[in-house]
């Protein structure tokens, strides 16, 4: 099995409403993903971190092998929740994929 997380901070430009608005949008379209994409295991999204934390998001999600991430990246649903949901309103991200 692989691990895949990811954590994003969202851009300063956005108040606490639109964060929240945002983070919601994150969370529903990357967990609608499940069941969509061959190999996907699991997929869950944090939109509520601690106050100690210095990130907005979490992705944490599981897949078959490698082969079923890399396949992840691509996928034309996955890709339209990147481009549409992520992307736009992110300023940073930090990834660590790992074997389990």
């Keep these: 099995m692989v691990k895949h997380v990811i954590l994003w901070n969202l851009k300063d430009e956005f108040d606490a409403t639109e964060k929240e608005s945002i983070k919601k949008g994150i969370k529903e379209?990357?967990?609608?993903?499940?069941?969509?994409?061959?190999g996907l295991l699991e997929i869950k999204v944090n939109i509520c971190p601690l106050a100690s934390s210095n990130c907005d998001v979490m992705l944490d999600s599981s897949f078959e092998d490698e082969a079923s991430l890399k396949g992840y990246a691509v996928h034309p649903e996955h890709v339209a929740v990147a481009d549409g949901k992520v992307r736009?309103?992110?300023?940073?991200?930090v990834?660590?994929?790992?074997?389990?």
Excluded at 29 to 38: A, F, S, V, Y
């Design 95 to 100: 990834c660590m994929d790992y074997e389990v």
């Design 29 to 38: 379209g990357l967990e609608g993903l499940k069941g969509k994409i061959p």
């Design 88 to 93: 736009p309103y992110t300023k940073s991200r």
